[in-house]
């Protein structure tokens, strides 16, 4: 079965560097996301790509965040000056057409900033 | 007010009995909504999914929407061990295009052989 491949699994990161968090998403899917869960909470939306843009970002994507889809098959999330209070699971999804078609979601990056 | 109540738990039952999971939401836009499951370190899996009142049945699930009181639910039959997760509620405003999900806090199930 195809899956949302997700590297790496765990990152250890400094406050104030910058992290690029990459996926693989499913390779007929259209619309790509990303969303995070802090330990102990919701799994929370951050931004949604489609058609090479952003179709919607939450507040909490902000200007430290950013995203790309560099060559067609490689999805990525950066951030560019972690804080402390980014250290959560980052979880990519994709869907071939909207939630009717369902969700796919990786298995996530554990980010921790230090 | 959140968007998307449940509660936390955690819940554990013996095997084989009857579970019930429940989400309400506030916002009447949510026309869509979806169970996941969770395992430990892992990405949500989608279970089921529906987009009107009543209730749609797969296998030993049950999912079951009010819209007029704005309460979802999801029953387990014949309970196993392998069913212990963390099960998400989670509602999304349309059924196509690049709609976010919003989701509940979760629910850990444990069922106990």
């Known amino acids: 079965e195809p899956e949302v491949t997700q590297t790496p699994s765990h990152q250890v990161t400094q406050m104030g560097q910058e992290v690029i968090l990459r996926c693989v998403p499913i390779s007929n899917h259209l619309y790509f996301y990303w969303y995070r869960q802090i330990l102990g909470q919701k799994v929370e939306f951050l931004v949604s790509f489609y058609n090479n843009e952003i179709s919607e970002k939450s507040e909490i994507f902000d200007d430290q965040f950013s995203v790309e889809r560099p060559d067609g098959s490689n999805f990525t999330l950066k951030i560019r000056s972690t804080k402390l209070e980014d250290s959560a699971m980052y979880f990519c999804?994709?869907?071939?057409?909207?939630?009717?078609?369902?969700?796919?979601f990786g298995s996530g990056t554990r980010l921790t900033v230090v | 007010q959140k968007e998307v109540e449940q509660d936390p738990g955690p819940l554990s039952v013996p095997e084989g009995a009857i579970v019930s999971l429940n989400c309400t939401y506030s916002?009447?836009?949510?026309?869509?909504f979806m169970w996941y499951r969770q395992y430990s370190r892992k990405g949500p899996e989608l279970l089921m999914y529906t987009y009107s009142s009543g209730n749609k049945e797969d296998g030993r699930f049950t999912a079951q929407v009010d819209k007029s009181s704005k309460y979802i639910s999801l029953f387990i039959r014949d309970s196993q061990p392998s069913d212990s997760a963390t099960y998400l509620c989670?509602?999304?405003?349309?059924?196509?295009?690049?709609?976010?999900?919003?989701f509940g806090q979760g629910t850990r199930l444990t069922i106990n052989p």
């Open positions: 916002n009447s836009a949510f026309q869509y």
């Open positions: 989670a509602t999304s405003g349309a059924i196509q295009g690049a709609q976010k999900l919003v």
């Open positions: 999804a994709s869907s071939v057409g909207g939630p009717f078609y369902g969700y796919t």
